[in-house]
């Protein structure tokens, strides 16, 4: 987790929503990916689907067996529809995303009768860590632009 917080920081730093993830199987990383769909105007290019296409293209491979994501906040659906589709065993995510989350946070999609596999998770793994990164950033987002505002706004 500690790795998939250092992957959020570069999401961070090209003014992307901090989010970090990796692919592991047998305790070897085959793939990481960090938030990064503004600027490379893909909407599908959250953290956990950039590790997905990493570790396919390493593995040569688009199924990824006995592997674990790990990642620093709770997947989205497509995130997790994703997951599924990679065949991927176990999720290990950080902090829990209250709006947009489907592991815990809305709805338990894993066990949804519509998926052809079924995958396992454990959740608030380093969660404090996590959790401040986004809030930082989101933070630091409002100062930005509070200052920015102040700028624009004509002298008396
Ligand atoms: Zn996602």
Redesign the pocket.
Known sequence: MKKALLLAEKAANSQEVP?GALLVRDELIIGEGW?QPIGSCDPSA????MALRAAGTAEKNYRLPNTTLYVTIE??????G?LMHARVEHIVFGAKEPK?GVLDSNVEWQSASFFNHHLSWRGGVCEQECSALISDFFSRRRNEKKALKNLARPEK
């Not at 997947?75 to 997790?80: A, F, T, V």
């Open positions: 989010v938030n959250h953290a956990e689907v997947p989205c659906s497509m995130c997790l994703a947009a």
